[in-house]
């Protein structure tokens, strides 16, 4: 039976470190941030507020693919952090040597927008934001994955996610 990969996507500021740790936890699965794998030049872009192009975006959503696939390898399922907001960037994740499933982390402009003039420490600017908005093409109906409001709480988010994945908890 092949590996998983929960992919939590949304824009930035929608939860989603908050509910793959969360689902990591459950799960008993490690956790990766997408953050992580970005190189320097795009942290640059991004904190000078600029957005990112897919030219950008193409190496550090291979780089996370390699690591679903290195995940996989290991006979490890895993949860992972990242943005996924256009479907070609979920494709190139679906590239991997893994089943890979998406949790989408849906929420409206005045939540998300909220959380993130209250957050500090990260490199994402607000301003960002609307682009995001711009780029996001949420999960059709043909890819694996489940749509989570995320105007709930965080355990209550995490609980939908695992029930509308079949997914029980460790």
Same mark, same amino acid.
């Given at each position: 039976?092949?590996?998983?990969?929960?992919?939590?996507?949304?824009?930035? /500021?929608?939860?989603?470190?908050?509910?793959?740790?969360? $689902?990591? %936890?459950?799960?008993?699965?490690?956790?990766? @941030? #997408? &953050?992580?794998?970005?190189?320097?030049?795009?942290?640059?872009?991004?904190?000078?507020?600029?957005?990112?192009?897919?030219?950008?975006?193409?190496?550090?959503?291979?780089?996370?693919?390699?690591?679903?696939?290195?995940?996989?390898?290991? /006979?490890?399922?895993?949860?992972?952090?990242?943005?996924? $907001?256009? %479907?070609?960037?979920?494709?190139?994740?679906? @590239? #991997? &040597?893994?089943?890979?499933?998406?949790?989408?982390?849906?929420?409206?402009?005045?939540?998300?927008?909220?959380?993130?003039?209250?957050?500090?420490?990260?490199?994402?600017?607000?301003?960002?934001?609307?682009?995001?908005?711009?780029?996001?093409?949420?999960?059709?109906?043909?890819?694996?994955?489940?749509?989570?409001?995320?105007?709930?709480?965080?355990?209550?988010?995490?609980?939908?996610?695992?029930?509308?994945?079949?997914?029980?908890?460790?």
């Amino acid at each position: 039976m092949p590996t998983t990969c929960l992919v939590v996507m949304g824009v930035s /500021g929608s939860g989603k470190t908050t509910i793959a740790g969360l $689902l990591a %936890r459950e799960l008993g699965w490690p956790m990766a @941030e #997408a &953050d992580e794998f970005h190189p320097p030049a795009n942290i640059a872009k991004m904190s000078a507020g600029t957005p990112l192009t897919d030219a950008d975006r193409t190496p550090w959503l291979r780089a996370i693919r390699d690591w679903i696939s290195e995940r996989g390898a290991a /006979g490890e399922n895993a949860v992972v952090t990242c943005s996924a $907001l256009k %479907r070609s960037y979920r494709d190139i994740l679906r @590239e #991997a &040597d893994a089943r890979v499933r998406f949790v989408f982390l849906d929420g409206g402009t005045d939540t998300v927008g909220s959380r993130l003039a209250t957050r500090s420490g990260h490199f994402m600017p607000p301003a960002l934001l609307g682009s995001q908005y711009a780029d996001l093409e949420p999960l059709g109906d043909d890819e694996d994955g489940v749509t989570v409001d995320v105007t709930r709480p965080p355990e209550e988010v995490t609980a939908t996610a695992l029930i509308r994945l079949d997914l029980t908890p460790h």
